[in-house]
């Protein structure tokens, strides 16, 4: 089993919806939750960072955690078509991990006009 | 914010030749690097995490002799796949970290490596 599971999708969705992306871990040592968006032939971009369990919200993006569940989602409001990329999700253990993050497979999102 | 680049974009190499990517951060100082690669629709799998005046971490499963790994300051790190194959093929990601951001990490523009 992976540590971290993401449906690479692909995601289609028309302008204007509401896009939910979710990954889910098994490792309980993670603490860091992260979200990142690559363009093709980019490299990727730090959208979201979160520690604890809740909610955090910027702009048209808010990054949800549930630690009891081991579960992390990412939504996008009002979708326009230069959200279209793919969206990986990251985590980070506490302790001596020394930063190494672990990624999701990356989910590829389209928005269509 | 934070800028990290990397050079060259992209390389077009023989088979059994070596090939070097740099990887900068320009405007803070990396105390720690690391090394990705990607496969087309595949996430990033870390190949080796590097502080500045010590030898690379890397992962497991990684040939440390063919993929060498220098971080000789703190805003410079090189990889240089030796003997490259086509299987070599990739795309190679670096990140980089200060000693204050402990959480963050910024990511270069990638490498397109093809070998021939």
């Known amino acids: 089993q992976k540590e971290v599971e993401q449906d690479p999708g692909p995601l289609s969705v028309p302008e204007g919806a509401i896009v939910s992306l979710n990954c889910t871990y098994s490792n309980s040592a993670f603490q860091y939750f992260m979200w990142y968006r690559q363009y093709s032939r980019k490299g990727p971009e730090l959208l979201m960072y979160t520690y604890s369990s809740g909610n955090k919200e910027d702009g048209r993006f808010t990054a949800q955690v549930d630690k009891s569940s081991k579960y992390i989602s990412l939504f996008i409001r009002d979708s326009q078509p230069s959200d279209s990329a793919t969206y990986l999700c990251?985590?980070?253990?506490?302790?001596?991990?020394?930063?190494?993050?672990?990624f999701g497979q990356g989910t590829i999102l389209t928005v269509h006009p | 914010g934070a800028v990290v680049s990397q050079h060259p974009s992209w390389v077009i190499c023989k088979s059994g030749t070596s090939v070097k990517i740099e990887c900068r951060s320009l405007d803070f100082q990396a105390t720690t690097m690391f090394w990705y690669r990607q496969f087309p629709k595949q996430s990033l799998m870390l190949m080796a995490t590097?502080?500045?005046?010590?030898?690379?971490?890397?992962e497991q499963g990684v040939e440390k002799d063919k993929f060498l790994i220098n971080h000789a300051s703190l805003t410079l790190s090189t990889l240089t796949v030796t003997s490259a194959h086509p299987e070599d093929s990739s795309f190679y990601i670096c990140s980089a970290r200060s000693a204050s951001s402990y959480n963050e990490q910024f990511f270069g523009p990638g490498t397109r490596l093809t070998v021939l």
């Open positions: 590097s502080n500045e005046g010590s030898k690379a971490t890397y």
């Open positions: 990251a985590m980070l253990a506490g302790g001596t991990s020394y930063g190494k993050l672990t």
